[in-house]
């Protein structure tokens, strides 16, 4: 079974600061990786995705994230955080094989302080 | 284009009492989601359709929750009775098809259900 960690539940930094936040899959398989973001009271929105190619993917509002097959992680990254990146973040797979569902970790609060 | 429509936004009942809850997908959308996202915690998938029939509904607590899509466009999901661990947010999404792998999932803003 497919499954998503996310070790840090909340992530504090300050404003101009650089970030990642970590993602771990666990798959036997080849897999759709994706990164959402949730602000308050809000759905979900996509960050970013990763199907196939360059490992490197860049997203909206200046994230991007590194898809490593050998250590099976998607680490979402952004130089220089604002204010306005305090929110929920979720990474997501897809096992590309059969059925496709796709499953969320359980998130990472990032907290951005002045 | 219109998003994904959800209602109501905040429902606060008494257990034991029934909800419901209303989609409407982005037009052409063949696939409609619901999640459940329980508060600290990732959304679950409870059931998605491909047009009006259902692909996976193999987390859906069926003894209390039902959901239907009867003529492929918008979607209702019920709970009855409702208990105390239904409190959560129910998302709905939908995408252009199967294979939601390149098709990337469309969410609505949820639909905030607290149970007393």
């Known amino acids: 079974a497919q499954s998503v960690t996310q070790l840090d539940s909340q992530v504090p930094v300050f404003e101009e600061a650089p970030v990642e936040l970590r993602c771990n899959y666990s798959?036997?398989?080849?897999?759709?990786l994706f990164w959402y973001v949730q602000y308050p009271n809000q759905g979900l929105q996509l960050l970013l995705k990763?199907?196939?190619?360059?490992?490197l993917v860049k997203g909206i509002n200046g994230f991007e994230a590194e898809f490593n097959k050998s250590q099976t992680s998607f680490h979402l990254r952004k130089p220089s955080v604002h204010i306005s990146d305090t929110a929920e973040y979720f990474c997501a797979v897809i096992m590309n094989t059969g059925f496709q569902k796709l499953v969320f970790g359980t998130g990472t609060r990032l907290l951005v302080s002045p | 284009e219109a998003g994904v429509a959800q209602s109501p936004r905040y429902k606060i009942i008494e257990k034991r009492q029934s909800v419901a809850f209303w989609c409407n997908p982005i037009s052409g959308h063949a696939t409609l989601y619901w999640y459940q996202q329980i508060l600290g915690q990732g959304p679950k998938l409870l059931i998605q359709f491909q047009n009006n029939g259902v692909v996976d509904d193999s987390q859906l607590p069926k003894d209390r929750f039902s959901a239907e899509r009867l003529k492929g466009v918008d979607s209702t999901l019920k709970i009855q009775p409702a208990k105390l661990e239904d409190s959560a947010v129910y998302l709905c999404?939908?995408?252009?098809?199967?294979?939601?792998?390149?098709?990337?999932?469309?969410f609505g803003a949820g639909s905030r259900l607290t149970v007393l």
């Open positions: 999404a939908s995408s252009l098809d199967l294979g939601a792998g390149a098709n990337v999932l469309t």
């Open positions: 990763y199907l196939s190619g360059s490992t």
């Open positions: 798959s036997s398989v080849s897999v759709y």
